[in-house]
């Protein structure tokens, strides 16, 4: 990771990115989060990166805002920082799994929500408690609702400044794009997702 980081952050710098989110992934974390600070502190980092504590089950939920906390306090430089809490309440629909209001056609099935309504609400509001943003993997027009919802209740609890976001965003009811400007979120989007899908 130490070899590769340098080369594929000079391929940002020379596309003109300065700053990155690093969205996070289940493996190599430590890793890939050491040779940010490394890097940084050799004066060898070419950009900002704000990175992420991902979780993707409602065991990771129950300590992840303690989690993302010792996360903030043990990986931070002039130019590395975690600010945000990355959820990935669905999968995607080419395999089925993105959490839809309505069955998929050829298996009567309507995805896979990795997080429930309570567990996904309360790891969002323990999340904004101790200032932090969130942002949500959110594919299926199921988990975007349950997302929005979870936000809501972030919102109703007074956390006005906490930054929100879908990531992703790709199928989105319509009686719920009207739900994000009201409630200040981000609906983030994928280019190559941002296509229609017949599933």
Same mark, same amino acid.
């Given at each position: 990771?130490?070899?590769?980081? *340098?080369?594929?952050?000079?391929?940002?710098?020379?596309?003109?990115?300065?700053?990155?989110?690093?969205?996070?992934?289940?493996?190599?974390?430590? $890793? &890939?989060?050491?040779? @940010? %600070?490394?890097?940084?502190?050799?004066?060898?980092?070419?950009?900002? &990166?704000?990175?992420?504590? #991902?979780?993707?089950?409602?065991?990771?939920? /129950?300590?992840?805002?303690? /989690?993302?906390?010792?996360?903030?306090?043990?990986?931070?430089?002039?130019?590395?920082?975690?600010?945000?809490?990355?959820?990935? &309440?669905?999968?995607?629909?080419?395999?089925?799994?993105? $959490?839809?209001?309505? *069955? #998929?056609?050829?298996?009567?099935?309507?995805? %896979?929500?990795?997080?429930?309504?309570?567990?996904?609400?309360?790891?969002?509001?323990?999340?904004?408690?101790?200032? @932090? !943003?969130?942002?949500?993997?959110?594919?299926?027009?199921?988990? &975007?609702?349950?997302?929005?919802? $979870?936000?809501?209740?972030?919102?109703?609890?007074? @956390?006005?400044?906490?930054?929100?976001?879908?990531?992703?965003?790709?199928?989105?009811? *319509? $009686?719920?794009?009207?739900? @994000? /400007?009201?409630?200040? %979120?981000?609906?983030?989007?994928? !280019?190559?997702?941002? %296509?229609?899908?017949?599933?």
């Amino acid at each position: 990771i130490m070899e590769a980081m *340098p080369v594929l952050l000079e391929g940002m710098s020379e596309f003109g990115f300065t700053a990155a989110i690093d969205m996070g992934a289940p493996f190599a974390t430590e $890793a &890939i989060f050491d040779s @940010y %600070v490394a890097l940084d502190k050799a004066g060898k980092l070419p950009l900002r &990166i704000s990175a992420t504590y #991902y979780i993707n089950s409602e065991e990771l939920a /129950k300590d992840a805002a303690e /989690k993302l906390d010792a996360c903030a306090k043990r990986w931070k430089s002039e130019h590395v920082w975690f600010d945000t809490l990355k959820i990935s &309440i669905d999968s995607v629909l080419e395999n089925q799994k993105a $959490a839809t209001l309505e *069955p #998929y056609l050829n298996t009567g099935e309507c995805g %896979v929500l990795q997080l429930s309504a309570e567990p996904m609400k309360k790891v969002c509001l323990e999340t904004a408690a101790k200032g @932090y !943003g969130i942002t949500v993997h959110a594919i299926g027009d199921l988990s &975007i609702r349950e997302t929005l919802n $979870a936000f809501e209740a972030v919102r109703k609890a007074g @956390y006005k400044d906490t930054r929100l976001s879908t990531t992703h965003s790709q199928l989105v009811d *319509p $009686a719920d794009r009207l739900r @994000y /400007k009201p409630l200040n %979120v981000v609906a983030q989007t994928t !280019g190559n997702w941002a %296509v229609h899908i017949q599933a």
